[in-house]
């Protein structure tokens, strides 16, 4: 949980320069990319390195915690849960009860304030499938993610695409921008800690979260952007409505 934590504080820096405010961000659009990153490279080491450990406690040899680690290639949320539903069949029944995470959701098109909902399990599992092709997007340079720009499906049509989690633009361009990149973080961050305590649970095990940084929605507490705004869906900051430099 230590270097899960220690793997977040760039993303969470890199959030808390961001100037949060409504209007083109200018150069801090590079921030939302570098977040989005910097978040589901965190939980796919988070998630090999968990694994192996829970194994190690269950009293596994280390010959078999290396062949079931092989098998573990860029997890994302569902991987993770079918590891533990696998791997630790009591805790099967509990996965995603009592769950939820609070996000922003994109407009919709030619709209410009994002809306902030509570996904359950299944919605912020099934939504980690889009960010896993923002990922990779990125990754292989197919989109920058500092610009409203066209976003290539999946090779595979199974597969959930990366604008279905992304702000919509003209011209069938997607933005990812900061509201998005929080999102991101939210919900791989909370599907991983619920995962995690799950697992612990079934070893005997209390986890700590403590030092786990935070991806706060707002730059202000919600009572005082309610105070200011009147209403939940965010006016702080950009919006990404309009232009294609966002």
């Known amino acids: 949980?230590?270097?899960?934590?220690?793997?977040?504080?760039?993303?969470?820096?890199?959030?808390?320069?961001?100037?949060?405010?409504?209007?083109?961000?200018?150069?801090?659009?590079?921030?939302?990319?570098?977040?989005?990153?910097?978040?589901?490279?965190?939980?796919?080491g988070f998630v090999e390195d968990f694994v192996a450990t829970a194994l190690y406690r269950q009293g596994q040899s280390f010959g078999q915690i290396a062949t079931k680690l092989g098998k573990i290639n860029n997890p994302d949320i569902q991987m993770f849960e079918g590891i533990v539903a696998k791997g630790f069949t009591g805790a099967k029944s509990a996965i995603g009860i009592d769950f939820a995470v609070d996000v922003w959701y994109p407009p919709e098109a030619h709209k410009r304030l994002w809306n902030a909902v509570e996904l359950n399990w299944m919605q912020a599992r099934d939504d980690a499938k889009g960010w896993m092709q923002v990922r990779h997007c990125l990754s292989h340079g197919l989109a920058s993610g500092w610009q409203s720009e066209v976003w290539p499906g999946p090779l595979n049509p199974n597969q959930t695409s990366a604008s279905s989690v992304l702000n919509p633009m003209k011209d069938d361009k997607h933005s990812l921008v900061l509201h998005g990149a929080i999102t991101c973080a939210r919900i791989y961050q909370s599907a991983a800690t619920h995962l995690a305590d799950l697992v612990?649970?079934?070893?005997?095990?209390?986890?700590?979260?403590?030092?786990?940084?935070?991806?706060?929605?707002?730059?202000t507490s919600l009572k005082e952007h309610m105070a200011t705004n009147g209403s939940i869906q965010d006016a702080d900051f950009e919006s990404s409505a309009g232009s294609d430099s966002d």
Do not use: C
């Open 1 to 44: 949980m230590d270097r899960y934590a220690r793997a977040l504080i760039v993303p969470s820096r890199l959030l808390a320069l961001h100037p949060r405010k409504a209007g083109g961000p200018g150069n801090a659009a590079a921030l939302a990319p570098a977040i989005t990153l910097g978040v589901i490279s965190a939980f796919e």
């Open 200 to 219: 612990a649970e079934q070893l005997g095990e209390t986890l700590s979260w403590s030092k786990l940084p935070d991806f706060p929605m707002y730059k």
